[in-house]
C-alpha cells in the first residue's frame, strides 16, 4: 500500500503498550511527542531517542510528531513570540534528526479540542465522546467555573479568563497575523529538514466563547496553504474535525488538497451530526456515522495518496477503560477497516 498506516502513542505512561500497537496488521509507524516538556521549551535528544529505539524494538518507525505544541505567546503574537519560534525551530530540527519527517501542530487558541462529555454510552453500552449543543448553551468561562473535559487542567481558572479576553480582543485577523508570523520562520527550517508540518483543523470548526477559530473550512484551509506554498506547509487532513460541520463536504476536500499534494496526514474517523450542530462520536464505519469514509479512502487511494494516516478517535468497547478516545481497540478494528479499504481501491 501507498500510504503509511500509524498509530498514536501516549508514551511510556500509554495504558496502550508499544507490543500490542505492533500487533495490528499492516502497522507501520509511531506518532507520537515529548509529553513532559512545557510548551516553548527544547525537547532533550535523548527524549527523541529513546521514543525511537522504542518503537524500533517493536519493528515500528517513529517519524509523526503528534504535537509539537504552540505556545500561546505564538499566537498571542507577544514580544516573546520571536524567541518561541526559535524554540519551535529547533525542536523540528531535533524531531528531523531522529527521523521524523512529518510534525502535527494545530493553531486553536487556550484549548484543544472541546466536547461537553467523554463518555456517553450508546446503546450497546459503547461509549464515545460527545458534543451536544444543549449541554455548551448558556455556559461562559468569562463568569462561570467550567472544566469541559479535554481542556488543559494546567491552567488555573484565572488564567484562562485572561487569555480569553485576550483572544477575544485579538481577533480572527490577529491571530491569521501571528500565524502568518509563525508560518513564515518554521516552514524554511521544515524543508531545509525534509520535515512536513501538518496543521491539524480547530475542532469544532467554528468560534467557542468568542475565541477565534480559523483553521475552520475551505477558504481558510486556502489562506492557510497560500500563506507559504511548499508541500512543507500541509494540511492534517482531521475528517472528523472537519466533518462535524455541516458546511464542509470532506470527500471534496480530500479531492481538492490530494490533487495539490498538500496533505501530509490524514486523521480518519467518523462522527454522527445532528440538527442543531450537535454530534457523536461513532465506530470508523461508514454506516455508522454521517461521514463517507469508504468515498474518502477512494479518493485517497485514486489518487496515489502515500501520506501518514491514523485511525482517529475509537469508542470505549469490550470493557476496555484508558484514554477516551485513545484505547486500542476501536482503533485497531479501524485501522483494519481502512487498511481494508486502501487495499480494495488501490487494487481497483
Ligand atoms: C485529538 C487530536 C488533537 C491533535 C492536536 C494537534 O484527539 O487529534 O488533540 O492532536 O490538535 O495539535
Redesign the pocket.
Known amino acids: 500500500m501507498n500510504m503509511k498506516m500509524s498509530f498514536r502513542w501516549y508514551g511510556e505512561d500509554d495504558p496502550v503498550s508499544l507490543k500490542y500497537i505492533s500487533q495490528i496488521p499492516g502497522m507501520r509507524s509511531v506518532v507520537s511527542a515529548v509529553y513532559d516538556v512545557a510548551p516553548g521549551k527544547v525537547w532533550s535528544e535523548e527524549s527523541l531517542e529513546r521514543i525511537k529505539m522504542s518503537c524500533e524494538n517493536n519493528g515500528l518507525i517513529f517519524d509523526v510528531i503528534?504535537?509539537i505544541?504552540v505556545h500561546e505567546d505564538i499566537k498571542l503574537g507577544k514580544e516573546t513570540a520571536d524567541r518561541l519560534i526559535d524554540v519551535y525551530c529547533e525542536n523540528i530540527r531535533r524531531c528531523a534528526k531522529y527521523g521524523v519527517k512529518c510534525v502535527?501542530?494545530?493553531f486553536?487558541p487556550v484549548f484543544?479540542?472541546t466536547r461537553t462529555q467523554l463518555d456517553k454510552e450508546a446503546n450497546d453500552g459503547s461509549t464515545s465522546l460527545v458534543m451536544y449543543m444543549e449541554q455548551l448553551k448558556g455556559l461562559n468561562p468569562l463568569t462561570d467555573d467550567i472544566d469541559l473535559p479535554g481542556w488543559d487542567a494546567s491552567y488555573s481558572k484565572e488564567e484562562i479568563r485572561g487569555l480569553i479576553s485576550a483572544y477575544s480582543a485579538l481577533g480572527e485577523e490577529g491571530l491569521w497575523k501571528n500565524l502568518e508570523k509563525f508560518l513564515k520562520k518554521v516552514i524554511p527550517v521544515a524543508e531545509e529538514c525534509d520535515v512536513r508540518m501538518a496543521i491539524?483543523p480547530d475542532?469544532p470548526p467554528y468560534p467557542i466563547f468568542s475565541i477565534p477559530r480559523i483553521i475552520t473550512c475551505e477558504k481558510n484551509l486556502d489562506r492557510m496553504l497560500s500563506i507559504v506554498d511548499s508541500p512543507a506547509n500541509s494540511l492534517?487532513l482531521?475528517t472528523g474535525?472537519l466533518g462535524c460541520a455541516s458546511f464542509n463536504d470532506i470527500p471534496r476536500l480530500v479531492e481538492k488538497y490530494v490533487k495539490k499534494d498538500r496533505i501530509a496526514f490524514m486523521?480518519i474517523r467518523n462522527v454522527k451530526n445532528f440538527e442543531d450542530g450537535s454530534f457523536e462520536e461513532t465506530a470508523h464505519l461508514s454506516s455508522c456515522g454521517s461521514l463517507d469514509v469508504a468515498e474518502i479512502v477512494k479518493i485517497l487511494a485514486q489518487n496515489g495518496y502515500d501520506g501518514y494516516v491514523r485511525p482517529?478517535?475509537g469508542r470505549m468497547i469490550w470493557g476496555e477503560s484508558g484514554k477516551p478516545?485513545y484505547g486500542l481497540y476501536d482503533r485497531a478494528l479501524g485501522a483494519a477497516y481502512i487498511n481494508g479499504l486502501f487495499e480494495a481501491y488501490e487494487k481497483g
Request: aromatic share 12%.
Open positions: 503528534e504535537s505544541p502535527t501542530y494545530n486553536m484543544d479540542w491539524h475542532d492534517c482531521c474535525s486523521h482517529d478517535h478516545g
